[in-house]
């Protein structure tokens, strides 16, 4: 298996809302912000080559959203995922499964596109087959207040009337190579796909743990819809992998791709910090 992690763009988000309710006293020792307490965060997909399936893990926000929404996230740098995907050699053609750790906008924007007519959607990957567990498809449809200005219906309605979309209902092995967990705290049924690769386990942790700084149990993000479960499924999954020498590969850490655990006085934290070319 080869693995690449795929930049679909670069944004900022307001600091506090990523750390939760860890004050900006403790969280700015670790990252800077700008004067508007905004942080850089990376959109950082995940393409996996098994040799017979070419599998994406999410797509970004995409560019078919309005200049307002996009002035909200100040988007900065030169990337779009389908350069980025041509840049380590694949082509949107190419890739044959799309898997969708869930469906708010910035992970699942970039699998539609508007057509030449500005208004018709098309899929962005058109020999694939797209996945999202039923349960978030079924919390995406009939969002809560608190979610919901994370979901926008043409972003994943279309892939439903595609018929290129399949539901997860469970846990566990979806290729040869590729096991998926499901976690709820961050929203309903958010997919996390962890990979065999080189003897070690690569698990993708879209905002299930968004960036190094978000692994103690604590620092839980403000738009968790749950932050006691995500807390306990935290400390539940380190706990599990501290000792089996997986790689977590950050979807939003700007400046940390992947890492390995250990278990440290103040609990378990970050011990190599890495990129994922370098295993």
């Known amino acids: 298996m080869k693995l690449y992690p795929v930049i679909a763009e670069y944004f900022r988000m307001d600091g506090g809302a990523c750390f939760g309710v860890v004050p900006k006293t403790i969280w700015s020792k670790y990252v800077a912000s700008d004067e508007n307490n905004m942080i850089p965060i990376s959109s950082r997909c995940l393409l996996a080559d098994t040799g017979e399936r070419v599998i994406l893990v999410d797509t970004g926000m995409g560019s078919k959203q309005s200049d307002k929404f996009f002035g909200y996230y100040h988007l900065f740098g030169d990337y779009s995922l389908e350069s980025s995907l041509a840049a380590v050699g694949y082509s949107v053609n190419q ?9 708010h906008f910035d992970h699942v924007g970039g699998a539609i596109k508007w057509g030449a007519d500005g208004k018709t959607p098309e899929v962005v990957f058109p020999n694939a087959t797209y996945y999202c567990s039923k349960e978030q498809w079924e919390w995406a449809m009939n ?14 309605a279309p892939l439903l009337d595609s018929g290129r979309l399949e539901f997860i209902f469970e846990e566990g ?19 996390i796909p962890v990979f065999d690769y080189k003897d070690r386990r690569v698990a993708f ?5 968004a960036s190094v ?17 995500s807390m306990k499924e935290k400390q539940a999954f380190l706990q599990d992998v501290v000792h089996t020498n997986w790689v977590l590969f950050f979807q939003h850490d700007y ?12 609990g378990i934290r ?5 990129t994922l070319d370098s295993l």
Not at 143 to 156: D, G, I, L, T
Not at 220 to 227: G, S, Y
Not at 255 to 266: F, M, R, S, V, Y
């Open 95 to 103: 890739v044959t499964d799309v898997i969708l750790t869930h469906l």
């Open 143 to 156: 969002p809560n207040p608190r979610e919901k200005a994370s979901y926008f219906p043409e972003n994943f």
């Open 173 to 191: 092995e979806l290729f040869k190579g590729v096991n998926l967990l499901i976690k709820h705290g961050h929203t309903r049924g958010q997919v």
């Open 205 to 209: 942790m879209a905002d299930f743990i």
């Open 213 to 229: 700084i978000n692994i103690p149990i604590p620092y839980v993000p403000a738009f968790d819809i749950d932050p006691l479960t």
């Open 255 to 266: 400046a940390n791709e992947c890492c390995t655990l250990e278990e440290t006085p103040k």
């Open 270 to 274: 970050a011990k190599d910090i890495f």
